[in-house]
């Protein structure tokens, strides 16, 4: 490690796809996610460990399975299992403060009703709202300050889940044009309040373009920012020139969109009716992919204008920058919105790019799979702070240096794994437990109270057919669950009895 580690830049985005920034996926221009990946690391198999907010970023936060950490659904609602993250775990974010690194952050929490940011090592500096947090009303001023209240915009061409998709009584939100101007949106907000924080901490170590008036530097301290992105999340809002950058005549359906449902658990066909989009027809769903593609190119020409504020104040040479997502989005594919039980790769195949200057060899790419909460320990590393045993998790540095060895998270196994495990456990709609373990080319999920499923992702990458009682499969099957098994036991999963008994 270098004798002073270096600063780190986490850009969180909120439910973003993993094809929308693959070489392979649709035409979504992402020139910055691009650039990250052309000079640092892309990661062609990361995973969440679960598909729901306030879950996914409290595994993130203190490197465990959310059955560790106890955030089994989301904290805003009303049902929610555990609606604060326990103070007494070990977090990446109070470690990392406690070994001298300056940590702000900016944008959505949602890991805690009552908590903040702040409980955890940060210091917060705004741009969250009182739909999934009641931290501040920081945006709402920013409209205020610049003429167009929040309140006062009317949206043209919205459309909304259930009967009558433009009829606002009847469900949720689903994408929108804006008339207002990109600086007066969040996403705009955010990277601006980002841009701020990044001048500062630059001004603080001697590197911005200004300094203390007649002082040298008094601070040396590293920093670790965390911009977390309100997007691509429903709903799709997103003005010009992003409202029309996607021609919905021109989007193609995903091969996915050929679902029947057939051979599969109940509640994946009860969640068309759920969502509100049984009555979704193609047309209509390309109107809200091109919104959704625009949000990503928003927040990808934001991602831009953070990396160019790096290099103007002399930071870029000594910042790891890292680009995720918490977890990916239907956006129309299996015809579900939003997320839910069902285990595709479409919500649990996250982006995930690392530049590390002088570490990441520019242009790599890595095919080991990866969890979300990796970079909880990797942070660490990064800082040459010790990874807590308790970290379901494991340091992603190795992987970034080009060696294969394991890092100092979760070290006890001799080699990098080859599947990755991951689990849900409900949303408003009530608990609902499910597993799930993927290898390169299967994918066995387990569900409890219905039919389990498995895939043959080479075959089968759209995960249409489910193989579990398809006798040529049988060992594949037998070998998937054994793997399932073992995960459950490794990390202490409270099913790890009862499932066992159910799958011989």
């Not at 390169?440 to 039919?451: H, L, M």
Request: with cysteine; proline share 8%.
């Amino acid at each position: 490690m270098a004798e002073t580690p270096p600063n780190v830049l986490l850009v969180l985005t909120d439910q973003e796809r993993y094809d929308c920034s693959a070489p392979d996926g649709p035409p979504v221009e992402t020139p910055t996610m691009d650039r990250l990946s052309s000079e640092g690391m892309r990661f062609e198999r990361a995973f969440t460990p679960i598909s729901i907010c306030s879950s996914a970023r409290a595994s993130l936060l203190t490197g465990l399975f959310p059955h560790a950490h106890g955030m089994l659904n989301n904290c805003h609602e009303a049902d929610a299992i555990q609606p604060n993250l326990p103070t007494e775990l070990p977090t990446f974010s109070e470690l990392l403060a406690d070994a001298g690194y300056e940590l702000t952050y900016t944008g959505k929490w949602h890991v805690g009703r009552d908590s903040t940011p702040d409980d955890f090592g940060f210091s917060y500096l705004g741009g969250s709202d009182r739909h999934h947090d009641d931290i501040d009303e920081a945006f709402r001023a920013y409209r205020d300050e610049r003429g167009v209240p929040k309140d006062d915009v009317e949206l043209e061409d919205p459309i909304y889940t259930g009967d009558d998709p433009h009829d606002d009584s009847e469900g949720a939100f689903v994408a929108a044009k804006t008339p207002v101007n990109v600086e007066d949106t969040r996403a705009w907000f955010l990277a601006e309040r980002t841009i701020e924080a990044i001048e500062a901490h630059a001004d603080e170590d001697g590197s911005g373009e200004q300094e203390h008036a007649g002082t040298e530097a008094d601070d040396d301290r590293p920093f670790f920012h965390r911009a977390d992105f309100y997007g691509p999340h429903h709903p799709y809002v997103v003005p010009e020139p992003y409202a029309s950058m996607y021609d919905p005549a021109e989007i193609e359906p995903p091969a996915s969109y050929a679902e029947t449902y057939d051979g599969k658990p109940r509640v994946q066909k009860q969640y068309l009716e759920y969502r509100g989009v049984a009555g979704f027809d193609w047309e209509l769903w390309a109107e809200a992919i091109a919104k959704y593609w625009g949000f990503v190119s928003l927040i990808d020409d934001q991602l831009e204008r953070i990396l160019e504020t790096l290099e103007r104040t002399g930071l870029a040479e000594e910042t790891v920058v890292v680009h995720t997502s918490d977890h990916g989005d239907f956006a129309g594919s299996h015809r579900q919105f939003n997320k839910g039980p069902l285990m595709y790769d479409d919500t649990y195949h996250i982006p995930l790019q690392v530049r590390w200057p002088g570490v990441v060899e520019p242009g790599s790419v890595c095919q080991d799979p990866v969890v979300l909460h990796d970079l909880a320990a990797t942070f660490l590393e990064i800082g040459d702070v010790p990874v807590p045993d308790s970290f379901h998790a494991r340091s992603l540095v190795p992987l970034l240096e080009g060696d294969r060895k394991p890092g100092r998270g979760r070290a006890h196994r001799a080699e990098w794994p080859d599947s990755v495990f991951a689990q849900y456990h409900g949303d408003e709609f009530g608990l609902y437990t499910q597993r799930m373990v993927r290898t390169d080319r299967y994918k066995f999920v387990y569900n409890g109270p219905d039919v389990n499923e498995l895939y043959d992702l080479e075959a089968d990458p759209a995960e249409l057919q489910n193989l579990i009682e398809h006798p040529a499969y049988e060992e594949i099957r037998l070998e998937m669950s054994t793997r399932l098994v073992e995960w459950m036991a490794e990390t202490d999963d409270p099913n790890r009895t009862w499932v066992p008994q159910t799958l011989e």
